[in-house]
């Protein structure tokens, strides 16, 4: 069984210094200069209960048993694909090999992650659950730190199972915006932005909806990725080396695990600051009822910023 590896900070060498965007303040912070890199490990619980989300259930709780070794691998629509390859999933893939009839025990994958599987010849070794399953042995991992990237040997040797051969190239650009819905932060101009992007000719990726062949194909012959989206960040490793990232955040809200995956995997990374966040109400809003906050990007200074990379 891996055991979690010891947090490895590395230098960010390849990395603008000063973000893009932003106001004058934020635009001199872009984040520490060491990148945690952390391995995705694995524990052990005899007679575990997996529950059907693909989470670790109560010991005592009373289900159906099974006499097999499992590996609790979260799925469906709430995992974002980038975060259904750097979870649970290439632990247990490294794990396969020292441990015969393996299963992966969890929801029904999506189409996208079924084709993940599928790739990884892991698909006949899952196990969709409908309800809490007891398996005589149970792995699971936890949940990653908050600012550290799990891009450890595990993750880069999925990847290397996921890429398509890199491309020819030929200049490309791609981008992975949020989505419109299920998030804490919506892009407000979201649809604005979509429509530029069109007309500059970049590629917009919807990894979770969209044939992952397709998407590894066009990830392969990236030579620029947009990414507004850091529950995909782990989708970095399907791209070729030497490719640049520009992650668009909001201001003061830089996620640290796209720069992470950047970082593990040699690739150029830069910020572009987008508004800083808001409350899109033109209405008033009933008590206690939840709106997720907003943010606009500045397509003219991205448009800037795209321009010199």
């Known amino acids: 069984m891996?055991?979690?590896?010891?947090?490895?900070?590395?230098?960010?060498?390849?990395?603008?210094?000063?973000?893009?965007?932003?106001?004058?303040?934020?635009?001199?912070?872009?984040?520490?200069?060491?990148?945690?890199?952390?391995?995705?490990?694995?524990?052990?619980?005899?007679?575990?209960?997996?529950?059907?989300?693909?989470?670790?259930?109560?010991?005592?709780?009373?289900?159906?048993?099974?006499?097999?070794?499992?590996?609790?691998?979260?799925?469906?629509?709430?995992?974002?694909?980038g975060?259904?390859?750097?979870?649970?999933l290439a632990a247990c893939l490294a794990q396969g090999a020292f441990i015969p009839g393996l299963r992966l025990a969890g929801p029904a994958p999506t189409?996208?992650?079924?084709?993940?599987?599928?790739?990884?010849?892991?698909?006949?070794?899952?196990?969709?659950?409908?309800?809490?399953r007891r398996f005589a042995r149970l792995l699971?991992?936890?949940?990653?730190?908050?600012?550290?990237?799990?891009?450890?040997?595990?993750?880069?040797?999925l990847m290397?199972?996921?890429?398509?051969?890199?491309?020819?190239?030929?200049?490309?650009?791609?981008a992975i915006l949020p989505p419109t819905t299920g998030r804490r932060q919506?892009?407000?101009?979201?649809?604005?932005?979509?429509?530029?992007?069109r007309a500059r000719r970049v590629r917009l990726l919807n990894p979770d909806d969209e044939n992952f062949s397709a998407l590894a194909a066009a990830l392969a012959r990236t030579t620029l990725l947009i990414i507004a989206d850091p529950a995909q960040a782990g989708l970095l490793g399907l791209c070729p080396p030497g490719t640049k990232i520009l992650e668009i955040a909001p201001e003061g809200w830089g996620n640290a695990a796209t720069r992470g995956f950047a970082d593990a995997l040699g690739m150029d990374?830069?910020?572009?600051?987008g508004s800083a966040l808001f409350y899109p109400l033109s209405n008033p809003m009933p008590f206690g009822a939840a709106t997720a906050l907003a943010y606009d990007v500045p397509i003219q200074a991205l448009a800037r910023a795209m321009s010199v990379m």
């Open 2 to 81: 891996t055991e979690p590896s010891s947090d490895r900070p590395r230098r960010s060498t390849r990395h603008r210094t000063l973000p893009f965007g932003g106001s004058k303040q934020a635009r001199f912070f872009v984040g520490p200069e060491t990148v945690r890199i952390a391995e995705t490990g694995l524990a052990l619980r005899q007679n575990g209960v997996c529950q059907a989300d693909g989470t670790v259930g109560p010991a005592a709780l009373f289900c159906d048993a099974d006499d097999a070794t499992a590996c609790a691998l979260p799925a469906g629509p709430a995992v974002a694909l």
């Open 83 to 88: 975060g259904f390859c750097t979870g649970a």
């Open 111 to 132: 189409m996208a992650q079924a084709a993940v599987l599928t790739r990884l010849g892991l698909d006949a070794a899952h196990l969709p659950l409908a309800a809490p």
């Open 140 to 157: 699971f991992s936890g949940a990653p730190q908050a600012a550290a990237a799990p891009a450890g040997p595990n993750y880069l040797v």
């Open 160 to 174: 290397a199972r996921l890429r398509d051969p890199p491309a020819t190239t030929v200049p490309f650009a791609a």
């Open 186 to 197: 919506t892009l407000r101009n979201r649809n604005s932005l979509a429509a530029w992007l």
């Open 269 to 273: 990374w830069s910020l572009f600051l």
